[in-house]
């Protein structure tokens, strides 16, 4: 019965109504009359299961009314009731509702057959009436198993009551006789899916099977039937929508429940849960505890903080060593204002893209947007404007931010395989391996090359193929640049991680180095040059340039927060690369591999402070007559030992660190306070015949330089030794790295 409810919906023709139920509707729909999120979000799940939609001028109408009739229709299809819509079409229940009458099948079976609508005084419908709030609640709360003795009071006052305490009316009018509007009736839907029934369990088991904790990571993925119009969750699992409908990408990032039809292979639409809030914005620093936007706000993290990074589950711990400057970031904040948990990118993943081929040109845009016009530009993760847009920028637009985000990315190749067939590829391979999803956008500019050929590519902010150049010329050469972290290249393109595997990484390690491919295999070169000067923090200028609003510093691959540098000048000598964006500014920095000497390796003692007694609330002090006992804790300091007799500290900290931890600690300029904590990757039980001499070590293919002054503890006896000594004391040790060099040794049981 319910595998029928989408396909007899968008059968049924509803004339002279203000819905449209269109037969098929296979292109991306948004609607450019709408942009509050939850009206959005609800317009979205309901349009998805086919309950609604809008109009063929691309507008949604939030404010139109609805009719009885209307209201009926839907509640109906609510309740997934169609399958007995025959046994009511000759029936005449009301007089001025005839068989004769479009909605006569809705009206009849939602009165006689499910009791949840009632006429007037008269014993009239009155089906052309524009529909109550009040109305439409009774209805709703009637599909939840309430009833007249369940409510009390006078209708509609009852109802509403009892509506506003289930939360049925969050988001609407509470005035009980005002014309429910589309937009309301929307939201009255979304709450109803999210709805407990009176006698328990989900409103939405009822209608299908609820898939709950689920987040929407893609709404493009490839379904079973080949098309690129599938929802992907983070647990990997993918699905075609039932209706047949393409999302268009609101609901993205979003954790909520997937409603599955009854045989669990097809969605019928995702209701996000209600959030606290969301908020898109451009990442500009980040550490373990830490991110910073491009507006200087501050988000508190914790490692373990769910984040969800190129359509996989992980947590913040994992990925933000991955995220660079510019990357944009939707963080789902609980109703106490903290970070619940992290979608990597705008909120919505390109299924679509235009390609700019004229400077400062908008062609095409009208077509990503739906015809919504009030949207923000960026470029490159940097506010821009139509004014810094160039030929071959790509552009996809994010419903989730109401934002064109642009991406000038291009990276030469050696086309080596595709997936179906090179006419109309859906997924290329390029880059020793590396498997590109393409937008059905760039089919046709790739369907002119073949593999074996060389082409330049031109890639959206979140890593997909928009489309392809002849390698040639200045305007088909590649700019793609990557960082070299154990072994991988990490190409820096927009939120996207783009892992490419080239034989000589290795001697590149930590290095920033442009990225191409040739027949022989992937091409790895240093980055050199670019901008020239002094780096001034505090003024944010490199030479006579600015820094970007979204500039990436790293050093030794790994990123440097500009507001926690312990100089203020960085001297153009130990500035191997600044390269110089769209806008003039320099929006990334490579640094020498020199460190700070305020930068400090060794093993923390973490003492938490004394429980002393204090005067107490009525002044007494400890010992005196009438004194209640009133303890202070004492602060908590870290120290890091280093050597015998070498440590820094102790300090005043909040870092979250033990005893026996091995960190990485960088003091502030006046040598007071911590300003920087983080733990060593440790590896465990390394044999001394992993050893090249005392220099080098090889574990898991990987080889770590190591110090000659390396500071070595033994845990048994507690002293700190030389290396030499540690290799005598015994067969094996554990390592404790950063940046590909061993910080610290530890010895002993």
């Known amino acids: 019965m319910k595998k029928r409810v989408i396909s007899l919906l968008m059968a049924v023709c509803l004339a002279a109504t203000a819905l449209v139920f269109p037969a098929q509707a296979a292109e991306t729909v948004r609607f450019s009359d709408i942009q509050d999120k939850e009206t959005v979000m609800a317009v ?107 409510v009390g009071g006078i209708w509609p006052q009852g109802y509403m009551a009892v509506g506003q305490t289930i939360g049925l009316t969050n988001g609407v009018s509470t005035d009980p006789y005002a014309a429910l509007t589309r937009g309301q009736a929307a939201q009255l839907f979304l709450n109803l899916l999210r709805a407990e029934m009176r006698e328990g369990g989900k409103y939405i088991s009822t209608i299908g099977t609820p898939v709950e904790n689920t987040v929407l990571v893609s709404a493009s993925a490839t379904g079973p039937d080949g098309r690129s119009n599938a929802l992907q969750t983070a647990s990997g699992d993918v699905y075609q929508i039932y209706s047949g409908k393409t999302s268009n990408g609101a609901l993205n990032g979003y954790k909520g429940t997937l409603v599955l039809a009854k045989n669990g292979s097809k969605a019928l639409t995702f209701v996000p849960d209600a959030m606290g809030a969301s908020r898109t914005v451009t990442l500009a620093s980040k550490t373990a505890t830490q991110l910073v936007d491009s507006n200087g706000i501050r988000y508190a993290m914790e490692s373990s903080s769910p984040t969800y990074y190129n359509g996989e589950e992980t947590t913040w711990g994992s990925a933000f060593s991955w995220l660079h400057a510019g990357t944009s970031l939707t963080l789902y904040l609980n109703e106490a204002g903290g970070v619940e948990y992290v979608f990597v990118g705008g909120g919505s993943s390109s299924t679509a893209a235009v390609v700019v081929y004229e400077d400062e040109s908008a062609a095409g845009f009208d077509s990503l947007t739906g015809g919504v016009t009030n949207y923000s530009i960026y470029k490159n993760g940097s506010s821009a404007t139509l004014a810094d847009l160039r030929k071959y920028d790509v552009a996809v637009y994010s419903a989730a931010s109401n934002s064109i985000r642009v991406c000038d990315t291009r990276v030469t190749v050696y086309y080596e395989n595709c997936y179906p067939n090179a006419k109309e590829p859906s997924e290329i391979t390029v880059l020793g391996g590396t498997k590109l999803t393409v937008l059905p956008t760039a089919m046709t500019s790739l369907a002119k090359f073949s593999p074996g050929d060389q082409m330049t590519l031109l890639l959206t902010e979140d890593g997909k193929v928009a489309g392809a150049l002849e390698a040639v010329g200045s305007s088909g050469r590649g700019n793609a640049v990557g960082i070299v972290r154990d072994g991988t290249v990490q190409m820096l393109c927009g939120t996207a991680k783009i892992s490419v595997t080239a034989e000589d990484a290795k001697q590149y390690e930590g290095q920033v180095v442009r990225i191409s491919s040739t027949r022989s295999g992937v091409t790895l070169s240093p980055v050199s040059g670019g901008a020239s000067g002094d780096l001034n923090v505090s003024a944010r200028k490199l030479g006579g340039r600015s820094l970007a609003e979204n500039v990436m510093v790293l050093r030794n691959g790994q990123d440097v927060n500009l507001s926690q540098m312990t100089s203020n000048t960085v001297p153009s000598s130990d500035i191997l690369y600044a390269r110089i964006n769209w806008a003039g500014q320099v929006d990334l920095i490579v640094l020498g591999n020199t460190e700070d000497s305020t930068v400090y390796y060794g093993r923390a003692v973490v003492n938490k402070g004394e429980r002393v007694q204090v005067t107490d609330e009525n002044g007494r002090e400890p010992g005196e007559e009438g004194y209640v006992p009133t303890y202070s804790q004492g602060q908590t300091t870290l120290e890091v030992f280093y050597g015998d007799g070498k440590s820094v500290g102790p300090f005043s900290t909040g870092y979250d660190v033990r005893t026996g931890d091995y960190v990485k600690v960088i003091l502030n300029s006046s040598g007071t306070a911590f300003m920087h904590c983080e733990k060593l990757t440790e590896l465990a039980k390394v044999p001394n015949s992993a050893w090249s001499g005392e220099t080098a070590v090889t574990v898991g293919a990987r080889t770590y330089k190591v110090p000659e002054d390396v500071p070595c503890f033994n845990r048994s006896t507690g002293g700190w030794m030389s290396l030499s000594a540690a290799h005598g004391y015994s067969n094996h040790c554990s390592l404790y790295v950063s940046d590909g060099v061993v910080r610290v040794i530890e010895v002993g049981d």
């Open 44 to 150: 979205e799940s309901l349009r998805l299961m086919g309950v609604l939609d809008g109009y063929a001028d691309g507008t949604f109408r939030p404010g139109g009314v609805l009719t009885r009739a209307q209201f009926c229709k839907m509640a109906v299809y609510a309740m997934n009731g169609e399958s007995e819509l025959g046994l009511y079409r000759a029936v005449t229940v009301f007089p001025d509702v005839k068989p004769s009458h479009w909605a006569a099948p809705y009206i009849n079976m939602a009165s006689k057959g499910k009791g949840i609508i009632a006429g007037y005084a008269d014993g009239m419908f009155h089906p052309d009436r524009t529909v109550t709030v009040g109305q439409a609640v009774t209805i709703l709360l009637r599909l939840l198993g309430y009833k007249d003795e369940n």
